[in-house]
């Protein structure tokens, strides 16, 4: 069966080596399967950096890192407090940078919003776990 996993993209203005990125996906994935329950299946996630002339953070901050995480409605906001501390804090220290140098934007979308499966709305899909957690 297939599961529909938060679709997660990272935009960094630091160049880093491959294996750094990897992991900031995989960290990513751990945080999300423990604050959101998701499941093993179908991780999807996209890793962008940008030229430093083509990234503005906030502040000119030269360490800073936004992901976009697109989900299914239906969390609580103490589980998105859980998401937000534990990825910012994670991310942080993987990059060896402040935790308000990261940036997380949740994109939630109803589930008939999603064509899956070949068409069918998510809406009509059981996937076998709750959102509203």
């Known amino acids: 069966m297939s599961f529909p996993m ?3 993209r990272v935009e960094d203005p630091v160049n880093r080596p491959q294996g750094i990125r990897r992991e900031v996906i995989e960290t990513t994935y751990r945080c999300l399967k423990r604050a959101f329950g998701v499941s093993d299946e179908e991780l999807q996630a996209r890793y962008e ?3 430093e002339e083509d990234f503005r953070a906030p502040g000119d901050k030269p360490e800073y890192l936004q992901v ?3 989900v ?8 998105k407090r859980k998401l937000y501390m534990e990825l ?3 991310l942080a220290e993987l990059l060896a940078i402040a935790p308000s140098s990261v940036l997380i934007l949740l994109d939630e979308h109803d589930a008939e919003n999603w064509g899956m499966q070949g068409g069918v709305p998510a809406s009509e899909i059981d996937f ?5 957690v």
Do not use: D, E, Q
């Open 68 to 70: 976009s995480i697109t």
């Open 72 to 79: 299914f409605k239906g969390r609580t906001l103490a589980t």
């Open 49 to 51: 950096h940008y030229r």
């Open 88 to 90: 910012s804090n994670s």
């Open 6 to 8: 938060p679709i997660v």
């Open 128 to 132: 076998g776990y709750s959102v509203n």
